[in-house]
């Protein structure tokens, strides 16, 4: 059973053709990402600079190409879903989407921090991003797909929404 569908997305009214994707796959990832996070402030700062590069790649997959297409959701698409029990919710893909885009925009930040030297801003970059994580994994509350509908909310109305481009 694929965690996509071509249906409509009836979640979001004006919206026919959105991807939808199963809701469990990106608090799957969630907690995947929250593990690397982890690692990334529990090592020295030459082996953070490489996870921290590999989480940002990682995230511009999400974020770039649909969460779909990550590594992490063909992790949970062959190993984690076909053991589920449940039917499983379907969620438009495009907030978690938007929520990979928040993920690299603290990754690079952080990425930026450990290459250039300044480690703290390595670090609470990171620290960020971890919490975030940590709160889709444990407690599915996505912090970026929350700023996704904010962001939509506000600018709906106004000439089209600039999120459904």
Do not use: K
């Amino acid at each position: 059973m694929p965690t996509t569908s071509t249906e409509p997305h009836t979640g979001v009214p004006g919206d026919a053709g959105a991807t939808s994707i199963d809701a469990r796959g990106p608090q799957f990832t969630a907690a995947v990402t929250a593990v690397v996070l982890v690692a990334v402030l529990a090592t020295p700062t030459p082996v953070a600079t490489i996870l921290i590069a590999v989480q940002a790649l990682l995230f511009a997959i999400g974020a770039l190409r649909g969460v779909q297409h990550t590594p992490t959701a063909w992790a949970f698409r062959t190993w984690v879903r076909p053991r589920l029990t449940g039917v499983a919710e379907l969620e438009d893909a495009r907030p978690p989407r938007f929520a990979q885009l928040v993920g690299l925009a603290f990754a690079l930040v952080a990425l930026a921090g450990f290459t250039t030297g300044l480690t703290l801003l390595g670090l609470v970059a990171t620290g960020f991003a971890l919490v975030a994580a940590l709160l889709n994994a444990v407690f599915r509350f996505c912090l970026g797909c929350e700023m996704y509908l904010l962001l939509d909310r506000a600018t709906r109305g106004r000439a089209g929404s600039v999120l459904r481009a």
